[in-house]
């Protein structure tokens, strides 16, 4: 029997008092990127279908969004590994929304990195919310 290797699951999320449609259609439209996930991505060019060529101070990569109204998914990962990303969900919640955000950090990775990684998601979270309840 083989083993499944698991990472540390993270999951954040946020309230907003916006309609879920609003916040998926802002959120699975990747051109919107740069404006609330400034440091993972400085530019954003459409590649072909679903992938997008992210520009960013580390250099560029592709990245596949992955996108399903009738479920509130979107996903944001790597067009050559598809399980490593961003991992979004888009609830109702009563007259507003949750918006889900989970991140995996492979197992090992320092108690320092996760946090940090997480405190940007967290600014992620509050950029999404500045630009949906506007």
Do not use: C
């Amino acid at each position: 029997m083989t083993s499944i290797e698991t990472g540390r699951a993270e999951t954040r999320t946020i309230s907003l008092s916006a309609p879920p449609e609003r916040v998926f259609d802002y959120l699975s439209d990747a051109r919107h990127i740069p404006e609330w996930a400034p440091g993972f991505a400085r530019t954003v060019q459409h590649d072909h279908d679903d992938v997008w060529r992210v520009q960013a101070d580390a250099g560029s990569q592709k990245m596949a969004v992955k996108a399903a109204k009738d479920h509130g998914v979107v996903d944001f990962v790597s067009a050559d590994a598809p399980h490593l990303g961003l991992f979004t969900r888009v609830v109702p919640n009563l007259t507003g929304a949750e918006l889900i955000f989970s991140l995996f950090f492979p197992e090992g990775t320092e108690s320092a990195t996760v946090d940090a990684q997480m405190a940007v998601v967290h600014r992620e979270l509050e950029a999404v919310r500045e630009r949906v309840e506007a």
